[in-house]
């Protein structure tokens, strides 16, 4: 059975009172990258989160970059990191978030991505337009793979663009709730991307045209069919349970999808 992981950034919110501030998802980053960055409070506030996503029975957690991010990890925020997640039986399918625009940028996520032991660094990946070479190097060095996430792209074939050349340190991360956004058959995207899948990012949005997150189910992403597309597939990646909303706990939207998600993958419904 594939992994079933919890995304971290599922807590974008948690350091803004569980409402996104009116300056979007760029102020609630940097809210929870400031509370996270002293090191004095690291161990604390990133155990108590490792605590909570193990206590709800996930074994993997995508660790978004606000909780470690790249500007101001040190090597010894990166070790207690580790530790905690250990401790806590969580293992790392991937470090998320966007990776950059520079070489600079990239280099220094991928350092805590290969600190982490996260075999995929995914999100969105500017820099790879910029300097591909530059970003292949890196990659090798850190002996990981990106995963470059869909959002703006409205179909396959424009994300296909962006991966470039098939290369096997480059694949796709796939967002099913953007092409929901798009109003494009994520089941459909899954099937016409296989060859060049390294991890799933699985999301439900309430309807096209915008971009706010549901429950498994609720929503216009044909959740069950990208399931069985993966299934399909073959595909034997991790499956990071990825839902956001602007207002409120996500949790207990993520344990139902979760339990659904399980369902589906044993076939017992």
Known sequence: MNTI??????????ECGYRMPEEGWGQAHRRTSE???PLATFAERFGELAAEVAGHGFTAMDVWMAHLDPPWATDEHIAIATGLLREHGLTVPSLAGSVGATIEDFARVCRVAAGLGAPVVGGMAPVLAADRAGVLALLEEHDLVLGVENHPERTPEEYLAVLGDPHPRIGAALDTGWF????????EAIEAVADRLVHVHLKDVKAPGGHETVGFGQGCVPIRACVEALGRIGYGGAISIEHEPELGDP??????????????????I
């Not at 992981?5 to 948690?14: D, E, I, L």
């Not at 929901?180 to 089941?187: I, P, Q, V």
């Open 251 to 268: 949790v207990p939207d993520v344990l139902a999808s979760r339990e659904l998600l399980t369902q589906w993958m044993d076939g017992r």
């Open 180 to 187: 929901g956004t798009h109003g494009f058959d994520a089941a």
């Open 5 to 14: 992981s919890f995304m971290g950034a599922n807590y974008v919110t948690r």
């Open 35 to 37: 509370r996270f960055a």
